[in-house]
């Protein structure tokens, strides 16, 4: 938990600021001054909680908080925003529908905690092991539960628009009706891609058909592309951290000129919900540059609350199947006849201690994998990393005396026309 939120359990758990009461009268409180308070400083933030628990209506605290966020605020804006949202679901000073009217999102599982840590369905409250297992293998590059969450995503984006009142239908009414374009933003990869990409790729094509015969325009599919190399640790990194990635070395996302004389509305799609850092980059980078409206898919959302609390309980999704030691279902991921290396496949690759291990592991697997491993690797540019330069040396090794390299580490291209 970062001090901002540490301090702000504080405060909630004593009585409020006596001065911020002095200083702000209710009958003042506007969207434009909670707008200076977010944007202020960290005790801004803190009066801003103060003031909103302050307002005695549920109407007008709903439209407050409507006004905020339908207007194009700083990402810092964005984000203290979505901390304050959290606080008050957490003190149930807002209903969990209130807080999702606040950040335009659908999913097909939204999951929390019981009181032993485990994961449950948000609705009702019933174990998800399962379905955690499939997103864990699936995170690690698993096909065939990549393909399983590209359904669930599939099938959730068909009943939002079935139920014609949401926000994801409204847009496809709005582009049918004034010739608009809808654009789905994927978190983007530098040559290894991630699981989402797959995801979105698989899930894109039936949602695409099933949009084509219903006479619903298509969706452009538009993968972000990523400069510096991806942070292999962001599922245990806290909020603050996150936000400082995001801000730094994230995507490079579309300026003004792919929303110029166009417009645009923007899906963002990615497979888990969980702080919303990138999220509300692009969204916040969007809306400023051009685009008309955001609206966000997921395959999972983990609970605000629960996030609030711990921002690294992405990390403990990701290992329910896949721990880093080596099991039935890491032998599963690298058997499969269509296995394609994303981003997290190289922490398997990773926790593999010793050379032994790492070799008595590519034994056990096809040497096409092996291969698929090392290909992608080298594109990434890993050969040359301090953390996967050793790991990747005893891989080119294997593969020289499998006969799948040359003596310098170049593919034999009769191998290449073979695969």
């Not at 490079?252 to 990138?278: E, S």
């Given at each position: 938990?970062?001090?901002?939120?540490?301090?702000?359990?504080?405060?909630?758990?004593?009585?409020?600021?006596?001065?911020v009461?002095?200083?702000?009268?209710?009958?003042?409180l506007?969207?434009?001054?909670?707008?200076?308070?977010?944007?202020?400083?960290?005790?801004?933030?803190?009066?801003?909680?103060?003031?909103?628990?302050e307002?005695?209506?549920?109407?007008?605290?709903?439209?407050y908080?409507?006004?905020?966020?339908?207007?194009?605020?700083?990402?810092?804006?964005?984000?203290?925003?979505?901390?304050?949202?959290?606080?008050?679901?957490?003190?149930?000073?807002?209903?969990?529908?209130?807080?999702?009217l606040?950040?335009?999102?659908?999913?097909?599982?939204?999951?929390?905690?019981?009181?032993?840590?485990?994961?449950?369905?948000?609705?009702k409250?019933?174990?998800?092991?399962?379905?955690?297992?499939?997103?864990?293998?699936?995170?690690?590059?698993?096909?065939?539960?990549?393909?399983?969450?590209?359904?669930?995503?599939?099938?959730?984006?068909?009943?939002?628009?079935?139920?014609?009142?949401?926000?994801?239908?409204?847009?496809?009414?709005?582009?049918?009706?004034?010739?608009?374009?809808?654009?789905?933003?994927?978190?983007?990869?530098?040559?290894?891609?991630?699981?989402?990409?797959?995801?979105?790729?698989?899930?894109?094509?039936?949602?695409?058909?099933?949009?084509?015969?219903?006479?619903?325009?298509?969706?452009?599919?538009?993968?972000?592309?990523?400069?510096?190399?991806?942070?292999?640790?962001?599922?245990?990194?806290?909020?603050?951290?996150?936000?400082?990635?995001?801000?730094?070395?994230?995507?490079?996302?579309?300026?003004?000129?792919?929303?110029?004389?166009?417009?645009?509305?923007?899906?963002?799609?990615?497979?888990?919900?969980?702080?919303?850092?990138?999220?509300?980059?692009?969204?916040?980078?969007?809306?400023?540059?051009?685009?008309?409206?955001?609206?966000?898919?997921?395959?999972?959302?983990?609970?605000p609350?629960?996030?609030?609390?711990?921002?690294?309980?992405?990390?403990?999704?990701?290992?329910?199947?896949?721990?880093?030691?080596?099991?039935k279902?890491?032998?599963?991921?690298?058997?499969?006849?269509?296995?394609?290396?994303v981003?997290?496949?190289?922490?398997?690759?990773l926790?593999?201690?010793?050379?032994v291990?790492?070799?008595l592991?590519?034994?056990?697997?096809?040497?096409?994998?092996?291969?698929?491993?090392y290909?992608?690797?080298?594109?990434?540019?890993?050969?040359?990393?301090?953390?996967?330069?050793?790991?990747?040396?005893?891989?080119?090794?294997?593969?020289?005396?499998n006969?799948?390299?040359?003596?310098?580490?170049?593919?034999?291209?009769?191998?290449i026309?073979?695969?």
């Amino acid at each position: 938990m970062s001090k901002l939120q540490s301090d702000l359990e504080k405060k909630y758990i004593n009585q409020y600021l006596s001065s911020v009461k002095l200083l702000i009268p209710k009958k003042s409180l506007t969207p434009k001054h909670l707008e200076s308070l977010l944007l202020e400083n960290e005790e801004g933030v803190l009066k801003t909680v103060n003031i909103i628990i302050e307002i005695d209506s549920e109407k007008k605290f709903t439209e407050y908080f409507q006004v905020l966020v339908n207007h194009k605020f700083s990402y810092m804006f964005t984000k203290r925003l979505r901390l304050i949202a959290s606080i008050l679901l957490d003190k149930s000073l807002v209903s969990y529908g209130e807080y999702k009217l606040l950040f335009p999102t659908c999913a097909y599982e939204y999951l929390t905690t019981d009181c032993c840590g485990k994961f449950i369905t948000e609705d009702k409250k019933e174990e998800a092991e399962e379905f955690t297992r499939v997103y864990s293998r699936a995170k690690h590059g698993s096909l065939k539960d990549i393909r399983m969450l590209a359904r669930y995503v599939v099938e959730v984006f068909k009943i939002e628009l079935d139920k014609g009142n949401t926000s994801l239908a409204n847009i496809f009414k709005s582009a049918e009706l004034n010739n608009e374009v809808i654009v789905l933003l994927v978190p983007g990869s530098r040559n290894i891609e991630s699981a989402s990409n797959v995801i979105f790729d698989i899930a894109l094509k039936s949602i695409n058909i099933f949009l084509a015969n219903i006479g619903m325009p298509t969706i452009i599919n538009v993968k972000l592309p990523r400069l510096d190399p991806p942070v292999e640790n962001y599922a245990s990194l806290s909020l603050i951290e996150r936000e400082r990635i995001s801000a730094t070395q994230d995507h490079v996302l579309p300026d003004m000129n792919f929303y110029h004389n166009r417009k645009v509305h923007i899906l963002f799609g990615d497979d888990v919900l969980i702080t919303g850092a990138t999220a509300d980059k692009v969204k916040k980078q969007a809306l400023m540059n051009g685009a008309i409206s955001f609206h966000s898919l997921y395959a999972v959302v983990i609970d605000p609350v629960v996030v609030l609390k711990n921002p690294s309980i992405e990390e403990k999704l990701n290992v329910t199947a896949i721990s880093g030691r080596l099991c039935k279902d890491i032998f599963s991921i690298f058997n499969q006849d269509d296995f394609i290396p994303v981003m997290k496949t190289y922490n398997i690759i990773l926790s593999l201690n010793s050379s032994v291990e790492l070799i008595l592991f590519l034994e056990n697997i096809p040497l096409k994998s092996v291969m698929k491993i090392y290909i992608y690797a080298m594109g990434n540019g890993y050969l040359n990393h301090k953390k996967y330069k050793k790991h990747l040396h005893i891989v080119r090794s294997y593969l020289i005396e499998n006969n799948y390299l040359l003596q310098n580490g170049l593919i034999i291209e009769e191998r290449i026309l073979s695969e």
